[in-house]
Each structure stands twice: as C-alpha cells, then as structure tokens.
C-alpha cells in the first residue's frame, strides 16, 4: 500500500484551520455577554462580602485640555449582606461612613460630627454601593446591555428601565466591569460630564458577618439630622 505524503504547506494549512476553529469558540458574542454572565452570577450567588475600593470623581475633558481633571480622589472599605445593607467607609482623605441596615441610611460625617438619617427608599437608591449591593433582582430595575472587554474587565451596562424607580439615579450611564465572578470596577456617568471611576480590590465573599455589622450610634454631642 503506498504511503502517503503530506508536504509541509498542506500541515501548515492544516495548522491553519484548527488555530482558525479555536478562535471561533471565542466569538465577540460571547465576550460581549461575559460581563453579563459574571454580573447575574455574582448577584445570585454571593450574598455578602468585603473589600477595599478607590474612587476617583473626573471631569470631561474641556476644549484645550489634553486630559480630564480629577476633581476628588478617596479610598476605604466596604461590606455588604444583601438584601440592602452595607457599610461604605470612607478613610481618606476625610472619614466618613455610609449605611444601610435594610431600613435606614445613615450618613456619619466625623470631621463635621454629623449623622444624617434618612429611609432607605429615599437615598438607598442613588448610591453607588446599592447598584452593587442591592437584591438579587437588578433586571428588575435594570437593562443589561452587554459592554465588551476593556481594561482586563468584561462590562456590562445598567440601563434603568422606566416606571421601575431606578429613575432616581443620578447617573445617565452606569458601568460594572467583571473579573473573575468579582466586580473590579464601576464607571458613573452623570448628566454633567463627571465620571466617578472606583476599583474593588481585595474582595471576601460569603463570610461570617457579626449582628452589630450595620449598626451605628454616634458619639455623645453629635448633631443628629432625621430627613424624610
């Protein structure tokens, strides 16, 4: 029986075609829903959690600017047990905390000495955190409009849908980018041309989470606010 040659151009095409198979398994389609993917999974599966973030507030870049100006820049902590209650910490550069205990929001202002209490339907909404943090139902709220890859993330896109009371929000775009079933990243835009930009680091997921978490009493003599 003759063998049979197979020459060098012909491996080479052969090569060819499966490298070409191989990244037709990777189409733009399914990177474009990765982002997507990894949002639903994280809002279903992780219940609480804690990390670190940096924020930075940015103004859109203006005629003659080469780059945007960076308004404000802050860093902290945050933890999280769904639905509804998390604790945002800023450390620097001033303290102040953010939080939810599912039936109130309370903001403490150190430097000031301040407590502002307020429902929890009446600001929970417009913070950054309760996009995150919120229940599991965010496609109640929520278009998922895929986002693509960038910056290492697959994002995706919240689009408040109307008459479902997201249209408080004081952002006219809202972006969260995905790494690893985590989110890493939040782009904000409001209507004003400034992006609030925060990376999560340093992530936890389902731990032990004490009862007094979401608690807050302020110290003697601070002034106490109660708006509703």
Same mark, same amino acid.
């Given at each position: ?13 052969? #090569?060819?075609? #499966? ?10 389609? !399914?990177?474009?829903? @990765?982002?997507?993917? *990894? ?9 609480? #959690? ?6 930075? *507030? ?5 005629? &003659? ?11 902290? %902590?945050?933890?999280? *047990? %769904?639905?509804?209650?998390? !604790? ?6 001033? @303290? ?10 309370? =903001? ?14 009446? $600001? =929970?909404?417009?913070? /950054? +955190?309760?996009?995150?943090?919120? &229940? ?6 929520? @278009? ?31 972006? !969260? &980018? ?5 989110? +890493? ?25 004490? /009862? ?7 110290? +003697? $003599?601070?002034? !106490?606010?109660?708006?509703?």
């Amino acid at each position: 029986m003759p063998k049979m040659k197979i020459g060098f151009t012909h491996l080479k095409r052969i #090569a060819f075609l #499966a490298l070409l198979g191989l990244t037709c398994l990777t189409s733009p389609s !399914v990177i474009a829903d @990765e982002g997507i993917k *990894q949002f639903k999974q994280f809002i279903s599966t992780v219940n609480n #959690a804690e990390g670190e973030f940096t924020q930075q *507030q940015i103004r859109a870049t203006k005629q &003659g600017e080469s780059q945007p100006k960076v308004l404000r820049k802050s860093q902290g %902590r945050f933890i999280f *047990q %769904r639905p509804g209650k998390f !604790v945002w910490e800023t450390i620097k550069p001033f @303290e102040q905390k953010v939080i939810a205990d599912g039936q109130k929001l309370l =903001l403490w202002d150190k430097d000031l000495n301040q407590l502002t209490v307020r429902p929890a339907s009446k $600001g =929970l909404s417009a913070s /950054p +955190a309760a996009i995150l943090f919120g &229940g599991a139902n965010a496609e109640e709220y929520f @278009e998922l409009i895929p986002g693509g890859e960038k910056g290492g993330m697959f994002w995706v896109e919240l689009k408040p849908k109307a008459n479902s009371g997201s249209g408080d929000l004081p952002y006219s775009r809202i972006g !969260v &980018g995905m790494t690893n079933g985590l989110p +890493a990243g939040l782009e904000l835009h409001d209507n004003f041309g400034t992006i609030v930009l925060i990376n999560l680091s340093k992530i936890r997921t389902n731990i032990h989470l004490s /009862p007094n978490t979401f608690k807050f009493s302020p110290p +003697a $003599g601070a002034d !106490v606010l109660n708006v509703q």
